[in-house]
Each structure stands twice: as C-alpha cells, then as structure tokens.
C-alpha cells in the first residue's frame, strides 16, 4: 500500500498519541502509574491466538453460510456481561475463584461467534463458481481470501478485543489489559498510554503487508 493510501491512518493514530501525550488525566486521581499487569500476558496471549487462528478455520470449513446461521448469531447476541455471569455461576467451586482461566473462556465464548460470522461475511458466494468445480476448489477459494483478509482483520479487531476485556476483568476480578488501559487514562500515565497507541498502530502499519501476502 502507498504512502498516500496510509496517510489518513497515520494522521488519526498521530493525533491519538498526541491527546495521549497531553492527557490532563483525572486531577481527584493523581497517583503513581499502576504497575502492569505482566500475569495477563499468556492468558490474553492464548485468547488472541485462539480468536486469530480459530475464526478464520472455522469459517474457511463453514463457509459464507455461516453468516445467517441462527445459532452462531444467537451465541453473538448476548453481551460480554452475561458471559461473565455465566462463568461465575458455572464454575465449580472446587477450583476456586475463576482468576484468569476463567476470563480465558468468557472471552473466548463471548467473541468468537461474532469473529467466525463476521469473517464469513466477507466470503464472496459460491455458487455456480466454485462449487461446481468441487469440494477441493471451494476450499481453496476460501482459504485463498481468508489468508488476504487474515491481517487487517486481526489489526482492526484487537482494540476491540481490548475494550471488550473491562466488563469481564472487572465482573470476574482480575487484573487484565483492558484493566491497565483504563487506569492509565485515570492515573494520568501518558507514557504508558502513549505505549499502548504505539503498538496498536504498528500492527495497522503492519497489516496491509500481512494482507498482501
């Protein structure tokens, strides 16, 4: 992609980390910057390659019918707070408390019957052509759009997946990433926030190169 097809981007993610940079913050919560998360790592690690590498199969082996199935949209319908709900309720109490592991599958449930339609979406249809030249061929053709779709899919959506994450961190009590970007906001950390906008902006950046492959 050109430099002048970026620009845009570049001047939207510029002046976020430049309101990042001059945030006043919250004057009544001054304090020092929260310590990060470093816990949530493999947990939100797991959960972003599950999504990543989860969706597209399932919607590369179910093709753009998927898109109207009754089911899938049901499973989406139901916002990150009833999952969270869900998980407490159904958690043995043997185990303990749900911690991370139990964030790891509310996520998990709430988000990928809404990736897995959302990318079937994109699928162009199939019929007459390639279905009529058969099931290897239709395989083919989806995989073939999927692997273009796959980076900017995955750039555009992991801010959502963060935002997503505050309701179930904050009903199932863990210390998450969503978490730590809210209370750098708060705690007036423009550096971490200003961290945070730069690596969401590189994988923009890098996204149309994955795309393109």
């Given at each position: 992609?050109?430099?002048?097809?970026?620009?845009?981007?570049?001047?939207?993610?510029?002046?976020?980390?430049?309101?990042?940079?001059?945030?006043?913050?919250s004057?009544w919560?001054?304090?020092?910057a929260?310590?990060?998360?470093?816990?949530?790592?493999?947990?939100?690690?797991?959960a972003?390659?599950?999504l990543?590498?989860?969706?597209?199969?399932?919607?590369?082996?179910?093709g753009?019918?998927?898109?109207?199935?009754?089911?899938?949209?049901?499973?989406?319908?139901?916002?990150?707070?009833?999952?969270?709900?869900?998980?407490?309720a159904l958690?043995?109490?043997?185990?303990?408390p749900?911690?991370?592991a139990?964030?790891l599958v509310?996520?998990?449930a709430?988000?990928?019957?809404?990736?897995?339609?959302?990318?079937?979406?994109a699928?162009?249809?199939?019929?007459?052509?390639?279905?009529?030249?058969?099931?290897?061929?239709?395989?083919?053709?989806?995989r073939?759009?999927?692997v273009?779709?796959?980076?900017?899919?995955?750039?555009?959506?992991?801010?959502?997946?963060?935002?997503?994450?505050?309701?179930?961190?904050?009903?199932?009590?863990?210390?998450?990433?969503?978490?730590?970007?809210?209370?750098?906001?708060a705690?007036?950390?423009?550096?971490?926030?200003?961290?945070?906008?730069?690596?969401?902006?590189?994988?923009?950046?890098?996204a149309?190169?994955?795309?393109?492959?």
């Amino acid at each position: 992609m050109a430099l002048r097809d970026r620009l845009p981007g570049l001047l939207v993610w510029a002046a976020g980390l430049g309101l990042a940079l001059t945030l006043p913050g919250s004057v009544w919560k001054a304090g020092p910057a929260p310590a990060f998360p470093g816990a949530a790592l493999l947990p939100a690690g797991l959960a972003v390659t599950a999504l990543a590498l989860g969706a597209p199969a399932l919607a590369w082996a179910g093709g753009p019918g998927w898109a109207q199935r009754r089911s899938l949209a049901l499973l989406e319908a139901p916002p990150d707070l009833v999952w969270a709900a869900l998980t407490l309720a159904l958690w043995p109490a043997a185990w303990g408390p749900p911690g991370l592991a139990g964030w790891l599958v509310a996520l998990l449930a709430a988000a990928l019957p809404g990736e897995v339609r959302w990318l079937a979406q994109a699928l162009p249809g199939e019929r007459p052509f390639p279905q009529a030249w058969g099931r290897r061929a239709v395989l083919r053709a989806r995989r073939l759009v999927l692997v273009r779709l796959w980076g900017r899919w995955l750039a555009a959506r992991l801010p959502v997946w963060l935002t997503a994450t505050l309701v179930l961190e904050r009903v199932l009590g863990v210390p998450g990433l969503g978490l730590d970007w809210l209370a750098r906001v708060a705690g007036r950390d423009r550096r971490g926030l200003a961290l945070w906008i730069g690596v969401l902006a590189l994988l923009w950046l890098l996204a149309p190169s994955n795309e393109e492959a």
